[in-house]
């Protein structure tokens, strides 16, 4: 079903990094000489912070040039494609293996309490009696970090003691973003909101609402949490909005990505929470597969380096213009909007089409996916085609909708709630995208 043109609600914008979660044993620390270094690491991992606790917002490959903004401890702040600022971990910026599974064997020498974070103060996960055995990622000073029940956990570094074994560890699930702690700067910088946003009392889409903002209020910046702005209101309030809801008067315009590595890419699930979109002849609902697919996209563009940002990554209603601004704001190099189709009788059409609004932003990118598309799929091609939607009408961005099938269709569902059929998307929207950039057609 294609997206309603409907008078806007003004709903905040809500999006999720890609879980991208690669964990490894410290080994040395690599002192920045200049302000660029180059990764010689086959993969490394871009996290929100400066610490192992934060999650990955992305990766980069082997080679990739990074302007060094600060460093924290072992962690080095760097500039990315697209205007991003992430963290690395400075002793796997020369290790070839940075993106490991392997950790260090410990015991406890004594009962020790595990924590989420790396303090004294921090959410209280567990405890471990003296003699467990641990799964070491990573020891820095007075704390180490460990695997616990899947997920990163840190315990006092003297109750520890490591064995000198190592063990393949399985990818830990992170779900806790902590909260940067950065200096505020010299002088008052001032943002104002491009949508309605939530203020919130930390830096977290979870987290709770202060306030709730109009589009167009001033709010001064206290400090920045990496992708998070503390800031003030006129009348006072204090708390947390996300950088891309935001814009910075005067900002310079983002480097456009010559790569998929280089990308940063939005991936808009079609309807969701009340939303449901279009029903198949079994009363399934659109949505639940929009995300499917989404998810298989993200993850095998994620697997190539590519930055994956969703406009959401569950079962919530989000309106049309937050997703729109989502790509304008993140300066992205490619939206993809996943829809399916509904013929006004079931079982009457089949196929899938590629959406553009504008011949002279998009419409390369959406013949550059719809090949690709007709290459790698059984489901007949219907070819690309101009829609006036308003997720691609609001985007300043390269911007595409995909009708993958049509749900009300019983052989095009049976390919639709196909994990096999959403994989085969999958790559072929990761290689209609490399030969879009290796064209050089993005502006």
């Given at each position: 079903?294609?997206l309603p043109q409907l008078k806007l609600k003004r709903w905040p914008l809500i999006l999720a990094f890609a879980a991208l979660i690669g964990l490894s044993i410290a080994t040395s620390t690599v002192l920045a000489s200049s302000q660029?270094?180059?990764?010689?690491?086959?993969?490394?991992?871009?996290?929100?912070?400066?610490?192992?606790?934060?999650?990955?917002?992305?990766?980069?490959?082997?080679g990739t040039k990074l302007t060094v903004l600060k460093k924290e401890n072992s962690w080095y702040q760097v500039r990315l494609a697209g205007n991003k600022i992430g963290w690395v971990a400075s002793w796997l910026v020369d290790n070839?293996?940075?993106?490991?599974?392997?950790?260090?064997?410990?015991?406890?020498?004594?009962?020790?309490?595990?924590?989420?974070?790396?303090?004294?103060?921090?959410?209280?996960?567990?405890?471990?009696?003296?003699?467990?055995?641990?799964?070491?990622?990573?020891?820095?000073?007075?704390?180490?970090?460990?695997?616990?029940?899947?997920?990163?956990?840190?315990?006092?570094?003297?109750?520890?003691?490591?064995?000198?074994?190592?063990?393949?560890?399985?990818?830990?699930?992170?779900?806790?973003?902590?909260?940067?702690?950065?200096?505020?700067?010299?002088?008052?910088?001032?943002?104002?909101?491009?949508?309605?946003?939530?203020?919130?009392?930390?830096?977290?889409?979870?987290?709770?609402?202060?306030?709730?903002?109009?589009?167009?209020?001033?709010?001064?910046?206290?400090?920045?949490?990496?992708?998070?702005?503390?800031?003030?209101?006129?009348?006072?309030?204090?708390?947390?909005?996300?950088?891309?809801?935001?814009?910075?008067?005067?900002?310079?315009?983002?480097?456009?990505?010559?790569?998929?590595?280089?990308?940063?890419?939005?991936?808009?699930?079609?309807?969701?929470?009340?939303?449901?979109?279009?029903?198949?002849?079994?009363?399934?609902?659109?949505?639940?597969?929009?995300?499917?697919?989404?998810?298989?996209?993200?993850?095998?563009?994620?697997?190539?380096?590519?930055?994956?940002?969703?406009?959401?990554?569950?079962?919530?209603?989000?309106?049309?213009?937050?997703?729109?601004?989502?790509?304008?704001?993140?300066?992205?190099?490619?939206?993809?909007?996943?829809?399916?189709?509904?013929?006004?009788?079931?079982?009457?059409?089949?196929?899938?089409?590629?959406?553009?609004?504008?011949?002279?932003?998009?419409?390369?990118?959406?013949?550059?996916?719809?090949?690709?598309?007709?290459?790698?799929?059984?489901?007949?091609?219907?070819?690309i085609a101009y829609g006036n939607f308003q997720v691609l009408r609001d985007n300043k961005q390269p911007s595409i909708l995909m009708e993958m099938g049509y749900i009300n269709t019983d052989k095009d569902f049976k390919l639709i709630?196909?994990?096999?059929?959403?994989?085969?998307?999958?790559?072929?929207?990761?290689?209609?995208?490399?030969?879009?950039?290796?064209?050089?057609?993005?502006?």
């Amino acid at each position: 079903m294609r997206l309603p043109q409907l008078k806007l609600k003004r709903w905040p914008l809500i999006l999720a990094f890609a879980a991208l979660i690669g964990l490894s044993i410290a080994t040395s620390t690599v002192l920045a000489s200049s302000q660029t270094l180059t990764v010689r690491a086959n993969l490394l991992n871009v996290r929100l912070g400066p610490g192992l606790s934060y999650t990955a917002m992305g990766q980069v490959q082997g080679g990739t040039k990074l302007t060094v903004l600060k460093k924290e401890n072992s962690w080095y702040q760097v500039r990315l494609a697209g205007n991003k600022i992430g963290w690395v971990a400075s002793w796997l910026v020369d290790n070839t293996e940075a993106t490991t599974s392997t950790a260090s064997v410990a015991k406890t020498t004594t009962a020790v309490n595990v924590r989420q974070t790396a303090s004294g103060s921090a959410t209280l996960l567990g405890t471990l009696k003296a003699g467990s055995t641990l799964d070491v990622l990573y020891q820095e000073g007075n704390w180490t970090e460990i695997a616990y029940k899947n997920t990163a956990a840190w315990v006092t570094s003297s109750a520890v003691k490591l064995t000198g074994a190592t063990t393949a560890l399985a990818q830990p699930k992170q779900t806790y973003v902590q909260k940067a702690q950065t200096k505020a700067p010299a002088r008052a910088i001032t943002v104002k909101t491009n949508l309605s946003v939530n203020l919130r009392q930390a830096a977290g889409i979870n987290a709770p609402i202060v306030a709730k903002l109009a589009k167009g209020t001033t709010l001064t910046v206290l400090s920045q949490a990496s992708d998070w702005y503390h800031v003030r209101t006129a009348d006072g309030k204090t708390g947390y909005v996300a950088s891309w809801t935001v814009t910075t008067p005067g900002s310079a315009s983002a480097k456009a990505a010559t790569s998929l590595a280089e990308a940063t890419i939005v991936l808009d699930p079609g309807h969701g929470g009340q939303d449901a979109g279009a029903e198949s002849t079994s009363n399934k609902y659109e949505k639940t597969y929009t995300l499917a697919m989404a998810k298989a996209v993200g993850a095998a563009l994620s697997a190539q380096g590519a930055n994956v940002i969703y406009t959401r990554d569950n079962d919530t209603f989000v309106d049309l213009e937050p997703r729109a601004v989502a790509a304008n704001n993140a300066h992205a190099d490619a939206f993809i909007s996943i829809h399916f189709d509904s013929s006004p009788n079931p079982n009457e059409a089949t196929g899938f089409t590629t959406y553009y609004f504008s011949a002279a932003t998009s419409k390369p990118l959406a013949t550059a996916i719809n090949k690709s598309l007709a290459a790698g799929l059984t489901l007949a091609n219907r070819g690309i085609a101009y829609g006036n939607f308003q997720v691609l009408r609001d985007n300043k961005q390269p911007s595409i909708l995909m009708e993958m099938g049509y749900i009300n269709t019983d052989k095009d569902f049976k390919l639709i709630s196909s994990p096999a059929y959403q994989q085969r998307v999958a790559v072929a929207v990761v290689s209609g995208l490399q030969a879009y950039f290796q064209a050089g057609n993005h502006q």
